[in-house]
């Protein structure tokens, strides 16, 4: 299937339909900042999500789509992205239960606009807890940001990611699977984790 172009204050972003038949969910997922939906783990959640009779969307965002490396602002992404699934969900994916997610960068996005997408569940992969530390600054995080999603949510974590790893809490399970941020070592296990909670979600 040819992807879809839409249109959005960024410019225009491009999305790849991965229909499952007799779809009982959808769930639209982003890429991570400097690489694209052909990312293994991308690759292995949108697999394993069609064998449970989801429907897929991989979005790419504007700036990806015309050829810059560097990712807009988070002002930016987040419109984009908002602008993307408003549009899904009124036409390829309209009247299907929702999930959003992706990786690293894309999952943030995710978790920033949960709200505004109407999601009920976030699925992140590789998800960037602890941004580099800079010298003359003390540690940070980005939990916050994942301690704002009040529907359900599971970030699959490299054990050995150089970002840190995300403890549990009451609306959020954590796989921690084997490999690094890149999270191309076990990418079974990612199938694995992504079935069992995707089932829970819509009924298997």
């Known amino acids: 299937m040819a992807p879809t172009r ?12 991965r229909p499952a038949p ?11 900042a400097g690489g694209g939906i052909e990312a293994p783990d991308l690759v292995a959640t949108a697999d394993a999500a069609i064998a449970e009779g989801i429907s897929v969307a ?15 602002s988070a002002k930016q992404l987040d419109a984009a ?3 993307v699934v408003s549009r899904l969900r009124a036409n390829e994916l309209e009247d299907l239960p929702l999930i959003v997610g992706g990786r ?5 996005v995710a978790c920033r606009t949960v709200e505004a997408t109407g999601a009920m569940a976030v699925l992140c992969l590789a998800y960037p807890l602890e941004p580099p ?3 003359d600054k003390p540690p940070q995080t980005r939990l916050p940001e994942l301690e704002a ?3 359900p949510m599971l970030v699959v974590q490299g054990k050995s990611d150089r970002f840190g790893m995300p403890r549990e809490g009451p609306n959020r399970q954590v796989a921690a699977v084997r490999g690094d941020h890149g999270l ?3 990418t079974d296990a990612i199938r694995v984790a992504v079935a069992s909670w995707l089932r829970d979600r819509v009924g298997g």
């Open 81 to 83: 992205w908002i602008a």
């Open 6 to 17: 839409i249109q959005t204050d960024s410019g225009t972003a491009r999305v790849h339909l």
């Open 133 to 135: 530390r800079r010298k």
């Open 104 to 108: 690293s960068l894309g999952a943030r």
């Open 22 to 32: 007799e779809a009982r969910g959808a769930l639209v997922l982003g890429h991570g």
């Open 149 to 151: 999603v009040n529907v």
């Open 184 to 186: 191309k070592a076990d």
């Open 58 to 72: 991989l979005v790419e965002q504007p700036y990806r789509v015309a050829g810059r490396r560097s990712p807009a």
